[in-house]
């Protein structure tokens, strides 16, 4: 099983700046063995991709949405990705989900629990 945990969100200003992270954990976990991604789901909306990269590291796929805003990294050491969020818009409000999904397989197994955005005008 592999747990994740995410932390970083909260309230803040149209073109304010977030970093969420998410930490993962469990016996099986390698960071180079698991693809990660960052999702969103907006209230009333279903949940959309944001930015992910494969477990190689390559390729990093991003929504158009949040090109040139949003970075996506990892550090491999602490098992842990993050979401570097730039120029922020009210649109970007939404609880943020960390998934991960290991290398052999085809849809994102392992879910957080959410961390909640909210961006004000």
């Known amino acids: 099983q592999v747990q994740l945990v995410e932390s970083g969100g909260g309230l803040v200003q149209a073109g304010g700046s977030l970093r969420l992270s998410c930490a993962a954990s469990?016996?099986?976990?390698?960071?180079?063995?698991?693809?990660m991604g960052w999702f969103r789901q907006a209230p009333g909306k279903e949940r959309e991709f944001v930015a992910t990269?494969?477990?190689?590291?390559?390729?990093?796929n991003y929504a158009d949405s949040v090109k040139g805003r949003f970075t996506i990294s990892r550090d491999n050491g602490k098992n842990t990705v993050y979401l570097q969020m730039n120029n922020l818009k009210p649109e970007d409000t939404a609880v943020y989900y960390c998934a991960a999904r290991y290398m052999y397989s085809s849809d994102y197994e392992y879910w957080g629990q959410g961390t909640q955005v909210t961006v004000s005008s």
């Open positions: 990269f494969k477990w190689t590291g390559l390729p990093i």
């Open positions: 469990g016996r099986t976990f390698s960071s180079f063995s698991y693809s």
